[in-house]
């Protein structure tokens, strides 16, 4: 590999060196990117065009839908996905008539909007910029990304091809991954549904339909609200390997709790300790648990980065699903439906894992061996859901311009198994290690290097330094060449 850093001409009356930004995916991290890059930009790029098959910008899968039953996770207060102006959110909701709308969004004292709300609240925000040209959206979805002429060719399924300066990857949450067993067994099988999220997926269940569901996260419980939003009434079971539901929200607002920059853990077991140590000291405080688990959201970055990446690795085995489980908590509205569909007998959790599936005309017929002990549980129903959410580790796979990056060497899987190599200028890592400057890797995608990167706050500030950086490029006076045998 050699890199050159070459003197441009324009160090004497400056030209922008980037004309075109190319976005792959307008969901919330797209959007976001696109909208600072026109607001911070003025003249330069000349355009920025966002690929997205929706029919609006940032929505993507995690609020891009009608159905009312959906709300944040998330108090609206704490949403602060506008840079420098974290109540945008509270505040529209109210001006637009929307809360007054929505009398059940109120509970514990905050607001729990619903996520189509947060969906229209980013549409309006883009308007302003796709009305005034500078931010093009392309209905289109990407299939191929290649190199031409030193800058990115780029085309996408229905005909449009274009070329770009930079590219952001922003395509998100890759589709889930079935375990082996149903796939083997029902593969074809119009009971089998893989993907709850797609809309309509939900559709035929009639209301007396039992329900199967593989998984119990937050998408498993969101497919439980959709369908006794349609007045479906049978029986559901969710099938986790420890059977643990998502912990609830808190009550009222509280300060986050520990600082675990102290000391700095640098093993997943002092980590531990430390978290273990502040959970002790809000219990005795009367302070509520999920304030420990904020500060761990606020400062898990920082954190990440200090441990290497063999404890990275220990992290996430031994870690992550406990972590997850008090990370990503229910809204109050969920834990309410959740509490009274369980006191009601209609809604079973279940531990084990898959050993045996076998369709019948009537029903499918599941068997579980059931923890702790392995003995078989068996479960019958007429619709099996996958809920097991995002499959992060196909995230290459799973997308044709992704697959064929990686196969010219130009993009990596994160060593860790949590979506694209990237280093902590958000810069797609190649086969060689090195990055590729003018490719970008933006959202919950880059993940395995910012450890967390998921919610609305962390990926709005990953956008605004990756908009600082596409700037500086524009009129930086040298640029670097990498030459690569690959
Ligand atoms: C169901 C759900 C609920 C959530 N709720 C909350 C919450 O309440 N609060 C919170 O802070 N966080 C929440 N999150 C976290 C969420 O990850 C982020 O808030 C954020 O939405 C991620 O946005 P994204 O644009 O990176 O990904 P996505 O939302 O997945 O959007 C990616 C977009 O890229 C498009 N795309 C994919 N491939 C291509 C291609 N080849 N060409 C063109 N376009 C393509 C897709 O159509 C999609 O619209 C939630 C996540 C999910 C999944």
């Known amino acids: 590999m050699l890199r050159i850093t070459l003197p441009l001409q324009n160090d004497v009356a400056p030209v922008p060196n980037i004309r075109r930004v190319a976005i792959i995916g307008g969901g919330f991290t797209g959007a976001t990117i696109a909208r600072l890059l026109a607001l911070h930009g003025q003249y330069c790029p000349h355009e920025i065009v966002v690929f997205e ?58 607001i729990y ?216 908590r229910m809204s109050p509205q969920i834990a309410e439906l959740v509490d009274s569909e369980r006191a009601a007998g209609r809604l079973r959790t279940c531990a084990g894992r898959i050993i045996a599936v076998r369709p019948g005309p009537a029903e499918i017929v599941i068997d579980i061996a059931v923890r702790p002990r392995g003995t078989v549980e068996r479960h019958a129903a007429q619709w099996v859901i996958v809920a097991t959410g995002p499959g992060h580790g196909n995230v290459i796979g799973s997308q044709s311009c992704l697959a064929g990056l990686e196969r010219l060497g130009l993009l990596a899987e994160d060593p860790r198994g949590l979506g694209i190599a990237s280093d902590y200028d958000s810069r797609a890592l190649a086969r060689d290690g090195y990055p590729v400057e003018d490719l970008f890797v933006a959202g919950p995608l880059a993940r395995g290097t910012f450890g967390e990167l998921t919610g609305v706050p962390e990926i709005a500030a990953q956008a605004e330094r990756i908009v600082q950086q596409i700037l500086a490029m524009s009129f930086a006076t040298t640029r670097t060449i990498t030459i690569r045998s690959m």
């Open 53 to 110: 098959p929706r029919a609006h910008l940032g929505g993507g899968l995690a609020y891009d839908t009608d159905d009312p039953s959906l709300r944040l996770n998330v108090a609206a207060h704490r949403m602060r996905a506008v840079p420098g102006d974290p109540q945008a959110f509270v505040r529209w909701l109210s001006r637009s008539g929307r809360l007054e709308r929505d009398p059940g969004a109120v509970a514990n004292g905050a």
């Open 113 to 328: 909007a619903r996520r189509a709300d947060f969906a229209a609240f980013m549409a309006g925000q883009l308007q302003p910029v796709l009305d005034s040209g500078t931010v093009r959206h392309v209905r289109e979805r990407v299939e191929r990304i290649c190199r031409r002429y030193g800058r990115w060719q780029i085309e996408a399924d229905g005909g449009a091809s274009l070329q770009a300066d930079v590219v952001v990857i922003a395509t998100g949450h890759p589709p889930p991954m079935p375990p082996g067993e149903l796939v083997c067994h029902l593969r074809d099988d119009p009971r089998f549904i893989r993907d709850p999220s797609r809309p309509g997926a939900l559709q035929a269940i009639g209301q007396d339909d039992k329900v199967f569901v593989v998984g119990a996260g937050l998408t498993a419980l969101d497919a439980t609200a959709a369908l006794r939003h349609r007045r479906h009434r049978a029986a559901i079971t969710l099938l986790s390997r420890t059977g643990h539901l998502p912990q609830p929200q808190a009550a009222g607002d509280f300060a986050p709790h520990g600082d675990f920059l102290i000391g700095v853990p640098n093993t997943a077991l002092s980590l531990l300790k430390q978290v273990r140590f502040a959970l002790k000291e809000v219990t005795e405080g009367g302070l509520p648990w999920q304030s420990v688990f904020e500060a761990l959201r606020h400062q898990g970055q920082a954190i990440w980065r200090t441990l290497p990446l063999d404890e990275q690795r220990r992290v996430l085995r031994h870690l992550r699903r406990r972590f997850e489980a008090h990370r990503f």
